[in-house]
């Protein structure tokens, strides 16, 4: 069992012909809405590929909230721990996607916000061989590391852009709690103050971290461990749509990983679920299967 925590949100996608400046107006070409959230479809993406998944998280009892949870049960996605509130809405995201597959979000969090520390107990990851955290605040992610430590197992968490506004020193401490993290370029250079180059970071691998993933966009991923770093391409494939792939990036990494598959076969599958999420519009609607996967990846030979 895999437990994911973070935000559930039902996601607006606007497609455009480019990305806004300030104070242009633009006709919206098409508007998709799907069920989203960095948590929930990275927890799809697990189910997906076959993986028992738990979610947790917090939702606004609405239209939104209800349509957010049955299309996670309708993924064989177990939401038995998601807490629903009376008086918040169901977390919003409206993100702008342009004919290159850009993107540009505005986020509106609603009952996400209610999210805290004390929702992270032991009764949680009974039964789980790795917790991972998405978009969550570092109280939270201290303490989902604290107690994953206390019941020895693996704790993940994809650190993004949100942490490289909040105290440099307190994220790094955070990341080296965690055994397996994921961040993109930007992020690492904005937190570690010099580029994603293969010796700045494995450098960073320190403390309880045990494996470092730090995505570089079209041109694929660095992976490093203490014993060995490596860079895994990206595979070519027509992009539609850029949303969800780093949490299909993360997915495949913990799914592959859990299997104890060699890492590098590890990051090369997650490279695959990344390749092939990023070919269909939204957040989950590229999400392959194990054997799709396996399929994508001898055609690509």
């Known amino acids: 069992m895999i437990c994911a925590v973070g935000n559930i949100n039902i996601d607006w996608i606007c497609t455009l012909s480019h990305l806004p400046t300030c104070d242009e107006k633009l006709n919206i070409q098409s508007l998709s809405?799907?069920?989203?959230?960095?948590?929930?479809?990275?927890?799809?993406?697990?189910?997906?590929?076959?993986s028992k998944i738990r979610l947790f998280g917090h939702v606004g009892e609405d239209s939104r909230g209800r349509e957010a949870l049955q299309s996670l049960r309708d993924e064989k996605v177990d939401t038995?721990?998601?807490i629903?509130?009376?008086?918040?809405?169901t977390g919003l995201v409206i993100i702008l996607v342009d004919k290159d597959g850009q993107t540009m979000k505005?986020?509106?969090?609603?009952?996400?916000?209610?999210?805290?520390?004390?929702?992270?107990?032991?009764?949680?990851?009974?039964?789980?061989?790795?917790?991972?955290?998405?978009?969550?605040?570092?109280?939270?992610?201290?303490?989902?590391?604290?107690?994953?430590n206390q019941m020895g197992i693996c704790s993940a968490i994809d650190v993004g852009e949100e942490f490289t506004k909040q105290s440099i020193d307190k994220v790094r401490d955070m990341i080296c709690s965690f055994s397996i993290v994921f961040m993109n370029q930007l992020v690492f250079k904005r937190i570690f103050k010099r580029p994603p180059t293969l010796n700045n970071i494995q450098s960073e691998v320190n403390g309880a971290l045990e494996v470092l993933n730090v995505t570089l966009g079209r041109k694929g991923s660095i992976t490093a461990t203490k014993e060995i770093v490596f860079e895994t391409p990206a595979f070519q494939v027509e992009t539609v749509d850029t949303t969800g792939a780093g949490d299909a990036f993360a997915a495949g990494f913990i799914h592959y990983y859990?299997?104890?598959?060699?890492?590098?076969?590890t990051a090369k599958r997650a490279a695959a679920c990344a390749s092939?999420?990023?070919?269909?519009p939204g957040g989950r609607e590229g999400l392959p299967t194990a054997q799709q996967v396996e399929d994508f990846l001898k055609n690509a030979e």
């Open 33 to 50: 809405i799907f069920p989203g959230g960095a948590a929930a479809n990275f927890a799809v993406s697990l189910a997906r590929l076959g």
């Open 80 to 82: 038995s721990f998601v």
């Open 84 to 89: 629903h509130e009376k008086d918040l809405s």
């Open 106 to 148: 505005l986020r509106f969090r609603g009952a996400n916000s209610r999210l805290s520390p004390n929702d992270i107990t032991s009764k949680l990851f009974k039964d789980v061989q790795i917790a991972y955290a998405a978009s969550v605040s570092i109280p939270v992610a201290t303490q989902i590391a604290a107690v994953s």
């Open 258 to 265: 859990n299997q104890k598959l060699p890492i590098v076969e």
């Open 276 to 280: 092939l999420q990023v070919t269909q």
